[in-house]
């Protein structure tokens, strides 16, 4: 599996000659989800959702389909009919060739006082890849790659390093990082990759890996 890190939380996986999106946002390149046959939308925010993103994946490719929860499916069913999939905590679906299995339900928290909104993880062939959005979220199965979520208006390092440990994934690489600048990078990889306990490395936008 070809694996992709473009701006922010968005992540391209290619494998068989079809290609998965996950988070085509605002923060991501403009051209993020085009190609795309299938895309995954963790939760309504709109560094995660984009409708533009998603307009113009869906008119480059026309058998393209999204999945995504209630929340966000709403907003775009009727601009996608039949091509828009409603998905919770739980469910198991396959997209483009991916096997993929949901987990979580509910954002991290940004403070007391702003309600939760929804969020899902979505893991990829059986705990190759895990993204969850924007949430801590702990997958009941082995991660071999983690996607990890670690600057974030919601978290900071001790939690993201906590979460590295918990998951115990083979390697992790950084996503949700647009808010994070490159004079204080350094500081995250040593840290994370110090006490993480994992292999931590960090892809700029455009690079590619397999996995």
């Known amino acids: 599996m070809k694996l992709t890190k473009k701006s922010h939380a968005c992540v391209r996986l290619e494998k068989n000659g079809q290609t998965l999106v996950i988070d085509p946002g605002g923060f991501s390149e403009e051209d993020a989800a085009l190609g795309a046959d299938a895309i995954l939308i963790t939760h309504e925010h709109p560094d995660h959702f984009d409708e533009f ?18 929340s966000v499916a709403d907003r775009i069913t009727a601009a996608f009919p039949g091509r828009v999939h409603t998905v919770g905590h739980g469910d198991t679906f396959t997209a483009a060739g991916f096997d ?9 928290v940004i403070h007391p006082d702003i309600p939760r909104i929804t969020n899902v993880g979505y893991l990829i062939d059986g705990g190759r890849v895990f993204h969850p959005g924007d949430a801590l979220t702990v997958p009941d199965q082995p991660v071999e790659t983690l996607m990890l979520p670690v600057m974030a208006p919601w978290n900071k390092i001790s939690e993201v390093i906590d979460y590295v440990r918990e998951v115990k994934p083979q390697r992790a690489y950084d996503v949700h990082d647009a808010l994070l600048t490159d004079l204080a990078r350094p500081i995250y990889d040593r840290q994370i990759g110090a006490l993480g306990g994992t292999d ?11 996995v």
């Open 200 to 210: 931590h490395q960090r892809l700029t936008p455009g690079a590619s890996t397999e």
């Open 100 to 108: 993929v299995q949901v987990h979580g339900e509910l954002h991290a």
């Open 53 to 70: 993103r998603l307009r113009a994946a869906m008119e480059n490719n026309p058998v393209a389909r999204i999945w995504t929860l209630r």
